[in-house]
């Protein structure tokens, strides 16, 4: 992907989506920049597939599938049941590589995809299936904290908050690579039968029920969720991070049924995911070296310095960026969704106006 310098004043992206034409943005003046040469652990290098949505423009021949109340029209393809179905497919495809710890991330991002679409059905059939995708992934996050502190030892260089002399130093204090590969196989045998149990239940219920739920409504909740989660506590910001996550997958969805309205509010949930997730590696960094006691005073008292200031540098990133993609109030938000429906040829907004009234 090119890149290009930027300055807070004049930023311009260039990115290669998959057109194939390079998009160019303006910044606005009055807009702050909210992550400035911020560098986060996890993501670096990782790519994801919904940053690439093809865009649409609206085609009056071929209207959208949903109404601009978020219903899906009679005598159409549901689109949700189809994104599910891609989804199981991702994740089936993540078990088919051999390298355990992409199948794993292959398959917990599918998961979480899986799970966020879910909470677009308000049914308790979806809550259960929720539940049991939950405990599912649970079982594939073992070494998740091994390698998050890994991960935070990289955000503290990216971020010079942290001599190299002692990054190199606490890499040799963390946890190695797990030395047995042979549980893995026994590890996804469970996520296999998990699989062949969601694909009959969306056979049986699940599609239909998809066909029957009022997506706008989803997603508005969903919203108001991630817009009112907080920074007070490790534990409340690894809540928000859950909600966003959410949101970016939502909103993912929302770009592939309306042309690719909502494909940059994608990516800029994902832009604020990987911030909390670096202030919670960075946690999680400080929970594993505490409790080394060979690691000398010194540096201890170091690293705890060094992960306080890059911890408030990016919290504060964190909640300009959650300000700035959730200004607008849970019902003007979806409103919005339903003109944007309307514009791109679902229909008439009819309802619209009243449809935050059913909350």
């Known amino acids: 992907m090119p890149s290009r310098a930027s300055n807070r004043f004049d930023r311009q992206v260039l990115c290669a989506p998959r057109v194939g034409k390079s998009i160019r943005i303006r910044a606005v003046r009055s807009w702050p920049n909210p992550f400035p040469a911020i560098v986060t652990g996890g993501q670096q290098g990782h790519s994801f597939s919904d940053c690439g ?12 599938p949903v109404d601009a109340t978020g219903r899906v029209k009679p005598g159409v393809s549901p689109p949700l049941a189809a994104r599910f179905e ?37 049914t308790d059939d979806a809550r259960d299936a929720r539940r049991t995708a939950a405990a599912v992934a649970r079982k594939l996050s073992g ?4 390698q998050a502190a890994r991960d935070a030892v990289a955000v503290l260089r990216a971020h010079k908050a942290l001599g190299h002399e002692d990054a190199d130093a606490l890499l040799q204090f963390l946890p190695t690579e797990p030395p047995a590969e042979a549980p893995k196989a026994d590890l996804f045998s469970p ?11 969306h056979a049986d219920h699940l599609d239909r029920q998809a066909s029957e739920a009022n997506l706008l409504r989803g997603m508005a909740k969903a919203y108001g969720k991630a817009r009112t989660g907080g920074f007070s506590s490790p534990e409340a910001m690894h ?16 770009a592939d049924i309306v042309g690719g309205k909502g494909a940059r509010r994608a990516r800029r949930a994902q832009d604020l995911r990987d911030l909390l997730g670096s202030i919670q590696d960075l946690e999680t960094l400080r929970v594993q070296i505490a409790a080394v ?51 791109a040829g679902a229909g008439p907004p009819d309802g619209v106006s009243g449809a935050s009234d059913h909350a």
């Open 143 to 146: 070494d998740r904290d091994r």
């Open 293 to 343: 006691p060979s690691v000398p005073d010194e540096m201890r008292a170091r690293l705890e310095a060094a992960i306080k200031d890059t911890q408030g540098s990016l919290s504060s990133s964190a909640r300009r960026l959650q300000r700035g993609l959730f200004r607008r109030g849970r019902k003007a938000f979806w409103g919005r969704l339903g003109r944007q429906l309307a514009d």
């Open 239 to 254: 809540e928000l991070r859950k909600r966003v996550v959410t949101h970016r997958y939502q909103m993912s969805f929302f």
């Open 53 to 64: 949505v093809r865009v649409k423009k609206a085609d009056p021949d071929h209207p959208r």
């Open 191 to 201: 996520v296999r039968a998990w699989l062949r149990q969601a694909r009959a239940a």
């Open 86 to 122: 891609a989804t199981l497919d991702k994740l089936e495809a993540a078990l088919r590589i051999a390298a355990p710890v992409k199948k794993i991330h292959g398959a917990r991002k599918a998961l979480k995809e899986y799970r966020a679409l879910l909470r677009l059905i308000e």
